[in-house]
């Protein structure tokens, strides 16, 4: 289990029992109000998970306090002092970004797959030249990435985003393929640009080494809390403005987000990340890794572990709807669903 220091995390993990807490009890008086509108069968599932995650932040949370006591009564190692302040606004700084993208990204699986069938065009075509496009574009764009610079790389996503949201308007295939082409370059950068910018900028700054693993916990603590916030804000943009709701919002939460990325510091590869030299070039990159994976098992059997457990999700997020769909005829509960 990740662990999150006990003056930065236990902040972050009683704002959130507090807002468990909270929605718990706002939801008592419109719960009649929301079983009229959604599904009883897709809104009860959110409101036990919701309960269950309660119960687990606050158990977390008592964990780590026993275990930054046990700390402090052992002694500890010296560490180089640093500015927490500075240190705390760094991470705000990005956590704030990081997490407006990713509810941006969670809001648009919630409703493709009925959009595109509202379109009546192949939703499995469309998703599977997005997957391709992702796995063509995730090879080698980290090192263009690192090259250029990744605060340029997370000005682009925002940039692309913007773009494919933009093109989901249009009921035209060709149009659709090149926004889910688009779109597999966009998931690559999210997920190569935005985190190696905080990890080399954290080291730039001289921040604890062990104080990485904290943001990043928050981070994945916070992932999952901004999935289940797009489930809710999905289905009620879905109800405002059909299917293309969610996509709209997303593309006002992108723009805000681009906003936000602008004000930061350029950093590159090689620089501040603990890597030696500059980038060195795609062929030597590409070899290297090849070789890796092929002389040592241990990134062999975790690579393959990796990929078949994201095989049988993207499997799940290609069947859920209108698996959901046949199960209850005229339902309309995509979004609550995801939440759960």
Known sequence: MATVSHNGGQGYLRAIVMAVIVFGISMASPLPFIFDRWPRWAVQPVLICIVLCG???????????????????????????????????????????????????????????????????????????????????????????????????????????????ALEHVNSFPLLVLGRILGGLSTSLLFTAFESWMVSEHRKRKFPEEKIAETFALAQMGNGAMAVVAGLCSQVSADLMGDIGPFQLAILLTAIALVLVCFWDENYGGENDGLEGEVREEQNFLWDAWRVVATDRRVLLLGLTQSLFEGAMYTFVICWVPTLARMVPGGKGEGPDFEA
């Not at 560490?79 to 705390?88: G, H, I, L, R, V």
């Not at 704030?96 to 509202?118: E, F, K, N, R």
């Not at 997957?131 to 574009?137: A, E, H, N, R, V």
Request: net charge neutral; hydrophobic share 40%; glycine share 8%.
């Open 55 to 165: 119960i687990i932040f606050w158990l977390q949370s008592h964990l780590h306090k026993s275990l930054e006591e046990d700390k402090k009564s052992s002694g500890g190692s010296k560490k180089e002092p640093y500015s927490q302040e500075a240190f705390s606004a760094f991470q705000r700084q990005w956590l704030l970004v990081y997490l407006i993208t990713m509810l941006a990204d969670w809001l648009q699986g919630t409703h493709m797959y009925t959009l595109y069938s509202s379109y009546d065009q192949p939703v499995g075509t469309l998703y599977a030249i997005g997957f391709t496009s992702s796995f063509l574009f995730g090879t080698f764009l980290g090192i263009y990435v690192d090259r250029y610079g990744r605060r340029l790389g997370c000005i682009a996503f925002c940039v692309l985003e913007l773009i494919i949201n």
